[in-house]
């Protein structure tokens, strides 16, 4: 018996207002199993969202000027990118426009990017929630090596 999603709700209007005009109430609760295509999807987020806490704890005590260098990100892009392309796509996602590629390893696929003092964290985390979409492959901070 094929029954429509319509005449199911219909039927549940159509009842709970018999029962509301005979005196009594009732809550009517319509609930709907997610796709799975939907569940996946929601599995894939969640796994994104972690690997982003994860960053951000890891930058948690890092200081600037002696963990990393400030006022720069490395952007890592996909296999092939050409510096115009990747140029192009740092200028496109420049929202303040303050972003500018300082220099462009083609053999890495490597940018360093300037950006302003104190939110090298934010961009480093902004580029890398997005390497999924997008041409970046990763995205962090330009550490400072030290040999002790």
Known sequence: MKVSKFKILAASTALALSLLGNGC???LEITRKPVYN??????????????????????????????YVEG?????????????????FIEKEDIADCLE??????????????VPREQEKSYALYFQ??????????????YILRVD
């Open 25 to 27: 109430y009732a809550k």
């Open 72 to 88: 720069k990100i490395l952007i890592g892009f996909d296999k092939g990118t050409t510096k115009q392309e990747a140029n192009k």
């Open 129 to 142: 929630n997005m390497s999924d979409e997008t041409i970046v492959d990763y995205a962090d901070l330009d």
């Open 38 to 67: 939907e569940s996946i999807k929601m599995d894939e987020t969640i796994k994104k969202y972690d690997r982003l806490i994860g960053m951000v704890k890891k930058y948690d005590n890092l200081v600037p000027g002696k963990d």
């Open 101 to 114: 590629m300082l220099e462009y390893f083609s053999e890495v696929e490597l940018a360093v990017v300037k």
